[in-house]
């Protein structure tokens, strides 16, 4: 697998985050990307990030959202963080994801979906500055809930195998036997 660096662009923080992950999938408009949690635990309430955790990012350049499978160190499936962004931009071994602040996170069940930072979102005045941007992050936003109760990829019972997305980048990937 290939690495590449990822930077979450969060321009209503100020701030960027950047880490290496390793390209498990890539195809027209879609990349998935491996990347371990690395920071210390985060417990947002209704999910906690831990040490060990595995994140299988789907990153779209034609879609403005990206979807974090996330995972326990064990392998189970915490739920989906989704982030409402503009299109992925990649360049090279370079991911660029500006997120727009409205979040959902989506329980393992995909009974429970919560919405999250709409107040951050309206603070940021893409209706009146973006007004375009702003009907499209509220339409990715239904879409993903759209997706999420449809059980449509990866919100799928079988995304979250991740044998399933290696075996897949291992059929990929040639022989190196000589």
Excluded at 128 to 139: D, G, S, V
Excluded at 161 to 173: G, I, L, P, R, T
Aim: proline share 6%; with cysteine.
């Amino acid at each position: 697998m290939r690495s590449i660096i990822v930077h979450l662009l969060k321009p209503g923080k100020g701030t960027t985050v950047t880490y290496q992950g390793e390209v498990v999938l890539e195809e027209p408009g879609h990349l998935l990307v491996r990347a371990p949690w690395q920071g210390d635990t985060l417990d947002l309430g209704f999910v906690a990030f831990e040490h060990g955790d595995l994140f299988y990012e789907h990153y779209y350049t034609d879609r403005w959202f990206n979807i974090f499978e996330v995972c326990a160190a064990d392998g189970a499936l915490k739920g989906w963080y989704c982030n409402v962004t503009r299109p992925a931009q990649v360049e090279g071994d370079v991911i660029m994801s500006e997120d727009l602040e409205l979040d959902l996170f989506v329980a393992p069940d995909r009974q429970q979906l919560t919405r999250l930072d709409e107040d951050e979102f309206e603070a940021r005045g893409l209706r009146a500055t973006e007004p375009e941007t702003y009907t499209a992050a509220l339409a990715a936003l239904d879409e993903l809930e759209r997706m999420a109760r449809s059980g449509e990829p990866p919100f799928d019972p079988h995304s979250h195998n991740h044998e399933v997305h290696e075996a897949h980048e291992d059929k990929k990937e040639p022989s190196s036997s000589s």
